[in-house]
């Protein structure tokens, strides 16, 4: 893999068999990203971004072709070793379900670094700063039922950034917050993308997120249709 | 890590609280009821030492194999002073005699003339010693029915509904016929002072219970009976002691040859008995086999139904990129944690109870009717070692294997799947 470039697909397909059908979620997707991309798989629902994400996180498996992540073939990659490279590497955010109810923020943004065996002092320190980048230090001892959806998934963005991971995957992140929130987190997401030359990838059907990406591709039917700049800076 | 995990499982009362009460409550019960079977089955055993045989029965050789047919032709004699040497040997032991017999009642009409006759089986035992201990042993204040003890001469107790079919009141006389020691035809005149019910069919339809002074004088058998029982002191029949008695005295008699030397049975050796030890045994273990097999099922499922309802929680944790074995492993160790917990707080709440009631015991008899012969009206308990573990590894166990097993959905599925759950 040259240098700069952290994902790369090739014919990648995906097909979940459905009884007696099957349902071809992505079919020969090839697609290369740079180091500090803040692109988007936009399209209609079911038009495979979400099994796109999962499988470049190496949550799902390809059914054919290849996808390399950082330099791994996730398709070949075992439990273990997947397992690793998510921690290490790889921040996700979803829709929801992103936050675990019982601890509060805190615990939350702490538990990747608990995973990565970072010593108490600088996991302290990470967690808190990660809270700033979000504005939310002051909401560190509350629990996810006591926030807005917007204070919950700018939290989950702390999650996914606060190990200074070079990939994050955010799963329509913004499909269940009004405008405002939405600007915001996306503001968020790109000043740490320029500050720590994060790459982002999106998937989205939201016309606020597409306004923001820099680059926008178009999936149909789990095919590439278009691969375009986008309006962002 | 494990301060991070710990706090989950505190705040979480669906994880902590729930499957621990599940866990206390099944094995409670487990241990609790196991304890009350073998209670029950030491009541039967003290039923059957009071009423019929002792902790060990004297009687003589003979009389000894023919017993079923009541032969008190056969019956000891010298009975004050084998009592008296009984009592000197083993002074553990209560020792009693006492005189089954059986005969034809025979009711007179107002003229003396026959009105209705009954065939009875009886039991003669000291009822007019003052402090004596059979009327406790016999439990006959309790199955009273109508009337009172015997105090005079000629009064005995009879079946309540004996006591109907002959149309017999309180101080209603009726005449036993039956044989003497010596095999000629004896009559005596009795009157009832009280009925009982035994809650026996058989003994019901046909049981008297007699003073021994009483059947004495009328079957020749001055100075005789039929057996003589040894009870320990404390009620509590123990094999090994009961064998050693039995020991003690067989070897008094060893190679001496006669049928109407005395011979000892302790109440494990009695005709029968070893096949009903052998059913009770068998049944404990089936009921307490049943009953763990529904605990560990419940215990199961609560296993089952705490993960189940935790897949969102395990899906973002392997997104965050935790190791599927690391996710199983702690599942374990929580439900190892709670196992242990539940198991024995269970175990302890349950031998508490079990141990009251083997010490205490819970008088029932104010609300219960129709107390009989064989109903205990105290609820009692036994606690063996086996108490100690029959709830609490079942209890670790269930909640272990419930949560292994709905932990292995996590390996089968696509980690992509466990979110797919959610969203829907
Ligand atoms: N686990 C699955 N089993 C079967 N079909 C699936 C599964 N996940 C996704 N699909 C199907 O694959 C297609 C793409 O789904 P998805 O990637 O979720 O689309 P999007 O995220 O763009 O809405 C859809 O037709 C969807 O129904
Ligand atoms: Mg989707």
Do not use: C
């Amino acid at each position: 893999m040259e240098n700069g470039t952290i994902i790369r697909t090739t014919d990648l397909v995906k097909i979940y068999p459905m009884g007696e059908q099957s349902i071809t979620a992505l079919q020969d997707v090839n697609l290369t990203f740079g180091r500090g991309e803040f692109a988007g798989l936009v399209g209609p629902s079911g038009s495979g971004k979400t099994t796109l994400l999962n499988i470049l996180g190496s949550l799902d498996a390809p059914t054919r072709g290849s996808a390399e992540v950082l330099g791994l073939r996730v398709e070949a990659l075992p439990h273990k070793k997947a397992a690793e490279l998510r921690n290490r590497h790889i921040g996700f955010i979803f829709q929801t379900f992103n936050l675990l109810p019982v601890y509060t923020v805190f615990e939350n943004v702490e538990f990747p670094l608990l995973l990565l065996g970072m010593a108490t002092a600088a996991r302290r320190k990470a967690v808190m700063d990660a809270l700033e980048w979000v504005h939310l230090a002051d909401r560190a001892k509350s629990r996810p039922n006591q926030l807005s959806g917007g204070q919950s998934q700018r939290v989950a963005i702390a999650r996914a950034v606060v190990k200074k991971p070079e990939l994050v995957l955010a799963d329509e992140p913004t499909a269940n917050l009004d405008a405002e929130n939405s600007h915001h987190i996306l503001h968020t997401m790109e000043n740490i993308n320029r500050e720590l030359r994060t790459t982002f990838l999106f998937s989205t059907h939201d016309d606020k997120v597409i306004g923001h990406l820099r680059r926008k591709i178009t999936l149909v039917d789990g095919r590439v249709a278009k691969d375009e700049p986008g309006a962002g800076r | 890590m494990i301060r991070f995990l710990l706090k989950g499982i505190l705040r979480d009362r669906g994880r902590s609280l729930f499957p621990l009460l599940v866990v206390t409550a099944g094995v409670f019960l487990t241990v609790a009821f196991y304890g009350y079977i073998l209670g029950m089955m030491n009541n039967m055993i003290r039923s059957n030492a009071n009423l019929r045989h002792g902790h060990v029965k004297v009687m003589t050789r003979a009389y000894a194999q023919d017993i079923a047919q009541v032969p008190n032709e056969l019956a000891l004699t010298g009975v004050a002073a084998l009592s008296d040497e009984l009592r000197t040997s083993y002074p553990d032991l209560d020792w009693v005699a006492r005189i089954p017999f059986g005969g034809l009642l025979d009711v007179p009409d107002d003229e003396g003339e026959t009105r209705i006759q009954a065939p009875v089986a009886g039991l003669a035992v000291d009822l007019r010693t003052s402090g004596g201990p059979e009327p406790g042993l016999l439990g006959l204040a309790k199955i009273l029915v109508r009337g009172r003890m015997p105090r005079v001469p000629g009064e005995l107790l009879m079946s309540d509904e004996l006591a109907r079919k002959l149309g017999l009141d309180i101080g209603g006389k009726a005449t036993l016929i039956t044989t003497t020691m010596a095999g000629s035809l004896a009559m005596a005149n009795f009157t009832v002072a009280g009925t009982i019910r035994f809650g026996i069919r058989a003994m019901d339809r046909t049981g008297l219970i007699a003073d021994l002074a009483d059947l004495r004088r009328a079957l020749d058998m001055d100075d005789a009976a039929g057996e003589v029982l040894g009870l320990f002191k404390d009620g509590i029949y123990r094999s090994d002691q009961a064998a050693a008695v039995l020991r003690s005295f067989e070897g008094r008699y060893a190679g001496r040859q006669g049928e109407f030397l005395p011979a000892m049975q302790t109440l494990a050796e009695q005709p029968g008995m070893d096949i009903i030890i052998g059913r009770m045994r068998y049944a404990t273990s089936a009921i307490v086999f049943i009953f763990l097999l529904a605990m560990s099922l419940v215990m199961w499922n609560a296993g089952l139904v705490g993960t189940l309802r935790r897949y969102g929680e395990f899906g973002l944790r392997l997104a965050i990129g935790e190791a599927k074995g690391h996710v199983y492993r702690t599942m374990l160790a929580e439900s190892l944690l709670i196992g242990v917990l539940g198991s024995t707080a269970g175990t302890v709440l349950g031998l508490s109870l079990s141990w009251y009631l083997q010490v205490h015991g819970i008088d029932v008899s104010s609300i219960m009717k129709n107390i009989t012969f064989l109903m205990d009206t105290v609820l009692h308990s036994k606690i063996t070692p086996l108490s100690f573990v029959i709830g609490f590894i079942p209890g670790l166990l269930a909640s272990l294997i419930g949560t292994a097993i709905a932990g292995r959905t996590i390996y089968k599925r696509q980690t992509a799947r466990l979110f797919k759950e959610l969203e829907s």
